[in-house]
């Protein structure tokens, strides 16, 4: 009789449009994705395999959304992803240099016990502004990883895919390694 191995680990990005949801996608996965933010659109869901270190993780690029509290189709998509399929983990997007306004998202996600980790995205625009955020300082506050990157340049995405790998590996112990 052949053991049947369990589902690759999930991994879901969310956060509001534009802050780098699709291009973390691209960078763990190779794959490109079509990104549209604007009313009319259809609202679509790409999903990926990122290979890191041997192993294989199901990466779901969910359309924007501001809030669990859905207005819009694009987060009903997000949310029903969220909550029917139980991600592994769930990478909150954030744009750096607008953080108050998106941490409310992040304290939602935090609450639905889904383990969460933030993306800390375009630091070098919030450098450029002239401004810092204490990065261990954040982390603690939320109770959540908190990894600075730059996703366009490509700058802390292999932390990214480190976190991933080290929070999901004992959810795939069972599944063979591939290389």
């Known amino acids: 009789m052949r053991r049947q191995a369990r589902p690759r680990p999930t991994v879901l990005i969310v956060g509001n449009p ?3 949801k699709s291009v973390l996608f691209h960078k763990l996965t190779g794959r490109y994705v079509t990104v549209s933010n604007y009313p009319g659109t259809t609202v679509e869901v790409a999903r990926g395999l990122m290979r890191y270190r041997g192993r294989e993780f199901v990466i779901i690029d969910s359309p924007g959304m501001y809030s669990l509290m859905p207005i819009t189709d694009e987060e009903r998509v997000a949310r029903r992803i969220l909550l029917r399929e139980r991600p592994a983990l769930v990478l909150h997007v954030i744009d750096a240099k607008n953080l108050a306004r998106m941490l409310p998202l992040t304290m939602q996600l935090v609450e639905t016990g889904v383990p969460v980790a933030v993306v ?13 955020i204490q990065i261990d300082t954040l982390a603690h506050q939320l109770g959540v990883p908190v990894l600075p990157t730059v996703c ?14 080290e929070r999901l590996t004992a959810a795939c112990a069972d599944l063979p390694t591939r290389d």
């Open 152 to 165: 366009l340049s490509g700058q802390g995405v292999e932390a990214v895919k480190e976190l991933i790998y």
């Open 18 to 20: 534009n802050v780098g």
């Open 120 to 132: 800390l995205n375009m630091m070098d625009e919030l450098e450029r502004a002239g401004l810092s």
